[in-house]
Structures are given as C-alpha cells and as structure tokens.
C-alpha cells in the first residue's frame, strides 16, 4: 500500500487557480514525501495533444529524478468538448473513447499503469439502460486499447457528480459486464459519504478487484479524525485484505481559498502513521 497525491489542487478542475507549471507540482509532492502522483490529464499539466514525445520524456525524467512514481492518470471529464461516454451525442462518445485511448498512451509513455474511468452521465432524455449500454460499449474499447500498453482501467463510482455509476454495486456490476481482466474497481471516500455509507464496506465488497482508492472528506477536505469518514478503520481494513495500491489524496482542488502544499502536507501526516 502506497501514498499518493492527486494534481487537481495544483490546477486545472474544477477552478483554474492556483496553477503551477507540472514540473514544479511533482518536485513539491515528492519533496512532501509521497510515494507516487496521480496526474489530472488537463492542461497546463498533462493534456496528451499538447504532449509531444520530447515533453513526454521531460516528464518522465523528472518524475524519476524525484523518485516519484505515476499512480494513475484520469481526464477531466467536464469542459468543453465533453468527455461522457453516456452522452446521447455520438460524436462525443466517439471523443471520448478517444480521449481515453490518448490518456492511457500518455499513461503508459510516462511508466504508469492505471488509468480510472469515469463512466458519464445520464442526460435527460434517454434512458438510464441506454446511457449505461453506451458507457459499457465505450469501457470495453477503452479496456480492449489499455490492454496493448499494459494499463488498467479502474471504474469509479462517482456518485456527488454523475447520475450513472452511483454505487458500489454499480461499479461491480459494470466491471462484470466488460468481462476484460484489466477492469477492475475503486472508490473515492468523498461519494460514499454522500450516499450515507460506509467505506469499509466497499473495501470488502470489491474484494482483490479493488485496485485503487481516493481519500477525501466532506468539502474535499483532507483526511483527519474530525472528517465524517473513519479513516483509521480504512486504512485498518486495506491492510488486512493486503491491498498493495495507491491510497491517493483527492482533496482541495473544488475551491480557489487552498494552499495546496499545506493541504498535501497535512494528509500525508495524518495517514502515514496509520499504516505503520
């Protein structure tokens, strides 16, 4: 079990500020000392079109240089263009598989090996069945392209945000659906707190296909002993189902009154004692 941090906080979604260039973000994470980084593929940090294969090296150079591995890599599903794969537009859908496919290359270009999914959103007017038969068409050529980089693709239940995959269940029961041995699973503490439940659950429901975890509180605040979540009973539970990925900080990035390093601080001292 690893340590990680996600760049939204450093810019780039939901809000634009504050905004640091990507070297810099990965010189102040590893300095904080975690052991790995989860890159927003959004500019001005990791936009793949805007990535050439010399950046693509720079990139990956300095994360090694500072010893910080990529834990995974995620687009920023909002925005302009539109990154749904539920959308009752096709040529969005079509967009986005695409988007994914470019996201994992960069993904894999950079020594990552995990790209998580975001599975759309129902829009009004079609059918929920329909929305998810386009989303799970859509995962199964994004699992099929990950697959040929040696990436896995990790569905998130996203429940504050979308309307499609809300739950644990849901999420298991698309995994199954696809069928493919490089879907697996992951939760974000701050949607299972807003459906009222708790997160050990989902550790134990999704099992050895677990394969990542983001830790965030109500507001997006950092993890502590006066959040909602009971982190020590997390962290307790991963241990005991020998989870060996990334527990990775999604905190502060929904607001522009944050200090980024402070809040990246203050989660890493909190959580790494526990899993001592």
């Keep these: 079990m690893k340590l990680a941090f996600n760049t939204w906080v450093y810019s780039s979604f939901p809000v634009w500020v504050p905004s640091y260039p990507l070297g810099d973000v990965i010189e102040r994470i590893a300095a904080i000392g975690y052991d790995g980084i989860e890159i927003g593929a959004a500019s001005p940090h990791a936009y793949p079109d805007y990535l050439n294969a010399e950046r693509r090296r720079e990139i ?58 975001v599975a759309g959103w129902q829009v009004f007017g079609t059918s929920r069945a329909q929305a998810w038969a386009w989303s799970r068409e859509a995962l199964i050529q994004i699992a099929d392209a990950a697959a040929t980089r040696g990436v896995t693709i990790a569905i998130e239940p996203t429940s504050a945000d979308s309307n499609l995959i809300d739950s644990c269940d849901d999420a298991m029961q ?103």
């Design 60 to 117: 990956r150079h300095t994360l090694e240089a500072n010893g910080l591995a990529l834990a995974s890599m995620l687009p920023a599903p909002g925005g302009g263009p539109g990154f749904n794969a539920a959308s009752p537009l096709p040529e969005e859908r079509a967009n986005t598989i695409d988007q994914y496919r470019k996201v994992v290359d960069l993904c894999a270009d950079l020594g990552g090996s995990t790209v998580l999914y």
């Design 174 to 276: 698309l995994m199954t659906q696809v069928g493919k041995p490089n879907v697996k699973l992951m939760f974000d503490t701050y949607h299972v707190i807003y459906r009222n439940e708790v997160s050990t659950d989902y550790i134990k429901r999704m099992g050895k296909d677990l394969h990542h975890v983001h830790l965030a509180d109500v507001n997006r605040a950092a993890p502590s002993d006066n959040g909602k979540a009971d982190y020590r009973a997390i962290i307790k539970e991963l241990r005991k189902q020998d989870f060996q990925g990334y527990v990775t900080m999604e905190i502060g990035f929904d607001r522009r009154a944050v200090e980024p390093d402070r809040i990246a601080r203050e989660a890493l001292e909190y959580i790494r004692p526990l899993m001592v």
